[in-house]
C-alpha cells in the first residue's frame, strides 16, 4: 500500500543570520504581574546588576537571577517617574507626578535628598558623568541642573513649547545635556551657558533618547521613526523604520554594539551598530497591558545548565536494552527488530476503501486549518481512484457543512483550486436538487457562486493585463508573440474551468427543485 502523497507548499525560509542565532539562545520568559503600568526599566551598570522597574507609586528593585524584588521603595504620594542608577552603582534617582525628584540610597532603603523646583510632573532624570550633579526634565517645558550636595539649582534650560518625556546628560562630556520634547524637537545644551547649541527636527513627538559613549552621535525614537543624528555637523546620519506603531524606548545591548527599540506593536526590535559581540545575559522588557503592567525576564542559557538534562534522557533511553559488558559470541543469532511503520488514519481508511470516512479524517478542525495541503491530497486521491463521488455522496447537512467551508476557503487558492473545483461540481452534481429539503445549504451554494464569480473577474482582468502587455512587446520584439500566446491561452483553459462551476450554479428550467429556491441560489 502507497501512502497518500500530500505535497506541502512550504514558504521561503527566512535568512537565519548569527544574530538571530544568538537572540534565539534566550530561554523561555518569566513573567512577572505588575498591578499598574509600567513607566521605565533601568539596570544597574554594576555586579549583581539589579533592575529597577518604576511603576506605579513605587519602584521594585529586582535580583536578576531570581527574577524576585528584592527591596521596594514607596516613598511617593502619587505615580513615580524614570527611576535611574548612578553611574558607581550606589545611588538611584527618580521622578515624580507632583514635580518632587527624590535621591535614594536603595540599598538602605533611605531618602537622601528631595529637589523641588518643577511646576509639573518630572518623567525623566539622570547623573551627570564626572560630577556630584544631577539633570531633570519636566512638563513644565524645562530642564534643570541640580547640585546633589546642598539641593540648589544651578541652571535652568528652557526653550522647548511642549512637554519634555526624554532627556539624558552626554556620557563624553559633564557640559552637555540632550532634551527631547513633544514639539517634535531634539535640543543640545550647553550647561555652563545654559543655551541651545543644536536643534534638530525629528518630526514626531520624541519619547526616548540615548547617545553613544564617545557623545558624537545620538538616536531619538518618536512616532515609528528612529533617528540617528550626528551631533557635531546636526545632520541626519539614518532613519529607521521598521515598526508599525509609536516607538516608547531605546537601549543599547551588546557593550553598545546592538541598538534595541520597544514599540506599542508589542516588538523589541534589535538594529546592527558595529561588529558582534556576546555577553547579554539577561533581556528584561516592561509591557503595559489593559492598564496593568506585565515585567518580562530572558535569561541566557548556559551549557552547562543542559548537559544534567541530556544526560538524563540518555539514561531514560537505555532501559530494557543490552548492557555494554554484553560481548555477541560467533555463533549467536542476532535478530533484528522491524519496527512498525506509522500509518495515518486516512491512509489506514484508504486500505480498507472506506473514502466517506477518509474524507471525514482530513475535514477536522485541526487537519484542515493548519495541514491543508493533507486534506487536499486526501480529495486528489480520492479522484484519481474515482472514489470521490462515493465519498461525497450520503451525508446528513451536519457532516456536508464541513466539507463546503473547507472549499469555499481553499477553492481561490492557486495550489488547491484546480482538485477544489472537481470536488465542488460533484457536490453540485449531488446536491443541486435538493436545496428544497436542505434550505440550510443555500447560503454555501450562494458563497461559492460568489467565490467563483470572484475568481473569474480576476482571471478576465489578467487576460486583459496579458494582452496590453502583449501589445507592448509584439511592437519592440515580434519574436516573444507565441511565448505570450500560450501564456494567455493558459490563462484562458483556468478561466473555463471556473465557467464550468459558475453554469452548474445558474438556474435550470429543468431542475427539481422549487422556484423560489432556485431563484435565491441565483
Known sequence: FKKTHTRAYSKSASKATTDTTYWRKLEFPVTVKEFTSIDYVDVCPVEPYYIAVTSGPKIDIYNKQTAQVWKTLSRFQRLAYGGKFKQDGQLLLAGSEEGVVKLFNYRQKQLLRLFKGHEGPTHRVDFIQGLPHIVTFSDDKTAIVWDMSDESKLCTLSGHTDFLRAGIASPASENMILTGSYDHTVKLWDTRTATSVLTVDHGAPVESLVCFPSGGVFVSAGGCEINVWDAIAGRLLAKLSQHHKTVTCLSFATDKKRLMSGSLDRHVKIYDIDTYSPGDSTLVVGMISAGSG???????????????????????????????????????????????????????????????????????????????????????????????????????????????????????????????????????????????????????????????????????????????????????NPERAPAMTSIQQLTATSTLHYNDVHKALQPSSSAKSAPTVVVDVS
Do not use: W
Open 294 to 476: 506585565l515585567l518580562s525576564f530572558q535569561h541566557r542559557r548556559s551549557p552547562e545548565t543542559t548537559a544534567p538534562v541530556l544526560s538524563k534522557r540518555k539514561v531514560a533511553n537505555i532501559r530494557n536494552t543490552v548492557t555494554d559488558e554484553f560481548v555477541v559470541m560467533p555463533n549467536d543469532q542476532v535478530v533484528h527488530h522491524l519496527e512498525r511503520e506509522k500509518v495515518a488514519k486516512y491512509d489506514r481508511m484508504m486500505c480498507r476503501f472506506e473514502y466517506s470516512r477518509a474524507l471525514d479524517a482530513v475535514l477536522t478542525s485541526y487537519t484542515a486549518q493548519k495541514t491543508t495541503n493533507v486534506s487536499v491530497g486526501v480529495m486528489q486521491e480520492l479522484i484519481r481512484r474515482r472514489g470521490i463521488k462515493t465519498a461525497v455522496a450520503g451525508r446528513e447537512v451536519k457532516t456536508l457543512k464541513p466539507l463546503l467551508y473547507f472549499v469555499l476557503k481553499n477553492i481561490r487558492h492557486p495550489a488547491y483550486k484546480k482538485v477544489l473545483m472537481d470536488v465542488a461540481n460533484v457536490i453540485i452534481d449531488i446536491y443541486g436538487d435538493t436545496l428544497d429539503e436542505n434550505p440550510g445549504l443555500v447560503k454555501h451554494f450562494m458563497q461559492l457562486k460568489e467565490e467563483v464569480a470572484a475568481e473569474m473577474r480576476v482571471a478576465r482582468e489578467h487576460i486583459s493585463l496579458m494582452g496590453a502587455i502583449q501589445m507592448f512587446l509584439t511592437a519592440s
